[in-house]
């Protein structure tokens, strides 16, 4: 990822950060300086936006029901093993 | 999975401790309260990292005959919820090792980084500032479940327990048994291999 220009070197340093910047993760002082970062460089705030909505995505994405008869069958199996011998 | 050595690791209490002692003493006929509070959890895991309804099926159901084998090794020196995770995962992995030979692709971070030169997207895109409840679709759930499932699978299985499952990078290293810096690697690849995904479907509807 061979750069000259110090400013794109600067947005691909904060682009491996940015996970970690949502999750709250990074040393007070790291965040600070992404923030900064972010609130001046459009590229970089459009990526953490999109990033963000990616998350949210995946954390709404919601959940299926267990198919009954699937669940009735796995209940069934369990029944089966985990009954204790007969003395 | 083989018999845990004792610890001095303080036991953690949580609403499934009484339970699991209660099975432990002799009440096996409990156990299915145990399948009923997770049953659902697991299937989802199973079907985000399946894909495939059956081969969901077969990862609970082989999870918890595990659980049940394995159960009286369990210490509560963790939550049970995240110890049931391991457990799955393990049997996850296990399952996929007998199904593939194929080598797991490593994803860089290179390989995002090309469309992000500066000033290459200027703007925040629509598709990022619709609120989520105007957004989310069954063909938009559709498309990131595809895209989750076409990640290589120890990249799926840190996004799906991070943001799907809601576990700390923490709990994510413990069930995978990887370091939390591992996590954070995977996890920030595997987002950034969605985004692009999502990108790609918003760009031309694929």
Known sequence: ?87 | MTAAPPSNRPKINDNDTELIEAINSGQTEKFSELVRRYEQKLYNFGRRMCGDAADAEDLVQDTFLNVFRYLKDFRHETKFKNWLYRVAASTCIKKRRRSKFAPERELSLEEFVSGEEPGAAAQVPDWAQIPLEKLLNEELVQTLHQAILSLPEQYRMVVVLRDMEGFSTEETAQIMNISSTNVKVRLHRARLFLREKLKGYFAHGL
């Open chain 1, 1 to 87: 990822m061979a750069c000259d220009n110090p400013e794109h070197r600067h947005c691909l340093e904060l682009f491996e950060k940015l996970s970690e910047y949502i999750d709250q993760e990074l040393e007070s002082e790291t965040h600070r300086h992404v923030e900064a970062h972010v609130a001046e460089c459009l590229a970089c705030s459009a990526c953490l936006q999109t990033l963000k909505q990616t998350i949210a995505l995946c954390r709404q994405a919601g959940e299926r029901s267990v198919p009954a008869a699937f669940s009735r069958k796995l209940h069934a199996v369990l029944q089966s093993t985990t009954k204790p011998p007969l003395p």
